[in-house]
């Protein structure tokens, strides 16, 4: 598959977080391109099979969280129809806002399939599995075959 990384971050986590998803996807044998939202190549965005769409966590930390800048992400284009796989970075509590992301990834018009948070201290912790089962998910979404 062709698959975009797309994430917004401040402080970097994020984007290192969407470097090593994209490496995992890369690895397995899939076409990748990690970019943040203000860099997007609309053409690949436009291509791709399926999308990973990170953010960092902002909240209170008890309560209220969302995907940072979330406004950046609902600005982008191009993942119309698409399977979109949610990552977010968080530094204690990440709350709800993975159920945030997926209201995201809806307004812009992506078919959810489900995301994972990661501690930016253990950004590996669950990473593989993550990246395959989403690629699993988008595949069986896309009626593809099961090989990239
Ligand atoms: C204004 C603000 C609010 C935050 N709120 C939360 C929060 O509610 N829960 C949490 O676990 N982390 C929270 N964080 C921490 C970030 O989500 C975390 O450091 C993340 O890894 C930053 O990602 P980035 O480096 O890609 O910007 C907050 C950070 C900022 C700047």
Redesign the pocket.
Same mark, same amino acid.
């Given at each position: 598959m062709k698959v975009a990384v797309v &994430?917004? =971050?401040?402080?970097?986590?994020?984007?290192e /977080?969407a470097e090593l998803i994209g490496a995992a996807a890369q690895e397995l044998g899939h076409e990748v391109g990690v970019f943040p939202t203000g860099k997007i190549n609309l053409d690949y965005l436009g291509d791709a099979d399926m999308v990973f769409l990170g =953010?960092?966590?902002?909240?209170?930390?008890?309560l209220?969280?969302h995907p940072?800048d979330g406004g950046k992400l609902l600005a982008m284009p191009g993942v119309w129809g698409k399977p979109v796989a949610g990552f977010? =970075? &968080? /530094? /204690?509590?990440?709350?709800k806002?993975l159920d945030k992301m997926a209201d995201v990834a809806e307004i812009l018009g992506g078919e959810w399939i489900g995301g994972r948070n990661f501690k930016?201290t253990n950004k590996t912790n669950g990473l593989a599995g993550f990246v395959v089962a989403a690629l699993d998910a988008a595949e069986e979404r896309l009626g593809a075959p099961a090989e990239a």
């Open positions: &994430y917004e =971050s401040r402080t970097g986590h994020t984007a /977080l =953010s960092w966590c902002h909240g209170i930390f008890v209220g969280q940072g977010i =970075s &968080y /530094l /204690l509590a990440p709350g806002v930016q």
